[in-house]
Each structure stands twice: as structure tokens, then as C-alpha cells.
């Protein structure tokens, strides 16, 4: 029973975190590292999430490692990390419509206090990660080698794997092959001289 309980809480909790992730990927947030979060719960129940939480691990590393290329790359990122919270600041303050506001006060910083938080938690997020890629990708061109490392090893595996697949599959035609034979008393068709 517990055991079930554990495997149901991961796989809600994976199934979250990845629909928050996707969302995040066209929405303010950790768009990548949610997903890649997401995929990593569900892969201890799921082999698509197994065969997907590689790619988006690369994907995610890259992306953090680009973002962090060049100084100029960093001041932008801080720049727009900051500019999110001042949005969710003002956003949680939740001050009256201006008086240019050409909507219904209803539509001016509309969600609330729900949507100031989820902008503040994602930029504190957003800062913790560029913390993050700048002390493990600047000026680290080894950092970066090693995602290509990492890639090069996932893509291996996926060539070997599709092999596997592939060879059984072959045996599996043998197989009826040669028993449609025996069944029909006719030659095996599945080999050829």
C-alpha cells in the first residue's frame, strides 16, 4: 500500500511539474528545467519520459550555457530578471487602474496576488539559475565541452537502441517466418540463398 501511495504521489507530482514546465516554456519561468524535472519523476514510471529526460537536460544545459557566453548575454538576462520583479512587485501592491488604462478595471493587473507571486517565485528562480550557469559555464569552455560529451553519449545510446529494435524485430520476422513454413510445410521464405 504505501509502496503505490509513493508511485502515485511521484507520478502527480512529475505530470504537475511537467505541465508547469511546458507552460513556463512560453511563459515567464524556468521553462526547460521544469520540464526536465518533470520528465525525471515521471521516468521511474514511464519509458517515453526515460527516452525524452536526456534531450531535454542537454537542451536545458545548452541554453544555460549560451546564456552566459558573453557578459553582454548576463547584463540582459539580470536586466529582464529584474524587470519581472518590478512587474510582480507592482503586481502584488495591485494599485488602482491610471487613468490612461482604456479596459475595465477588472482586466488591469488581472489574477492578483496569485499572479505576483508565481512572477516573483519564477524571477528568484530565473536569478538562482543564472547564479548558477554564470559560476558553472563562464569562461568554462570545458563546462561546455562536456555538454557536447554528454550529447554525444545520449545520441550513441539512441543509435545503439534503435539497433536492438531493429536486430529484434528482424528476429521476430525470422521467427514467424520460419514457423508460417513449418505450419505450411513449405520452405522458410524468410531465407534466401
Known amino acids: 500500500m504505501h509502496r ?22 512560453f511563459l ?5 528545467l521544469l520540464t526536465f524535472a518533470g520528465l ?15 534531450p531535454v537536460k542537454i537542451r536545458a544545459l545548452r541554453s544555460a550555457a549560451q546564456g552566459v557566453q558573453t557578459v553582454p548575454r548576463i547584463l540582459l538576462s539580470s536586466l529582464i530578471t529584474l524587470v519581472l520583479v ?3 512587485v ?26 505576483a507571486i508565481t512572477m516573483l517565485v519564477s524571477s528568484a528562480i530565473a536569478i538562482a539559475l543564472l547564479g548558477y550557469s554564470v559560476k558553472r559555464f563562464y569562461n568554462k569552455p570545458e563546462a561546455r565541452a562536456e555538454i557536447d560529451r554528454i550529447e554525444a553519449e545520449h545520441k550513441a545510446e539512441v543509435a545503439r537502441e534503435r539497433r ?25 521464405a524468410g531465407t534466401r540463398h
Open 86 to 88: 518590478g512587474i510582480g
Open 4 to 25: 503505490a501511495a509513493k508511485r502515485i504521489a511521484l507520478e502527480t507530482l512529475g505530470w504537475v511539474v511537467l505541465v508547469i514546465g511546458v507552460l513556463a516554456l
Open 40 to 54: 525525471a519523476l515521471l521516468s521511474t514510471q514511464y519509458s517515453w519520459a526515460r527516452r525524452w529526460t536526456n
Open 164 to 188: 536492438q529494435e531493429a536486430e529484434q524485430e528482424e528476429h521476430k520476422r525470422s521467427a514467424k517466418a520460419s514457423a508460417d513454413a513449418e505450419r505450411t510445410g513449405r520452405p522458410d
Open 90 to 115: 507592482v503586481w502584488l501592491v495591485s494599485p488602482p487602474p491610471p487613468s490612461w488604462w482604456p479596459l475595465r478595471d477588472e482586466w488591469w493587473l488581472f489574477g492578483g496576488p496569485g499572479v
Open 28 to 32: 515567464p519561468g524556468p521553462g526547460l
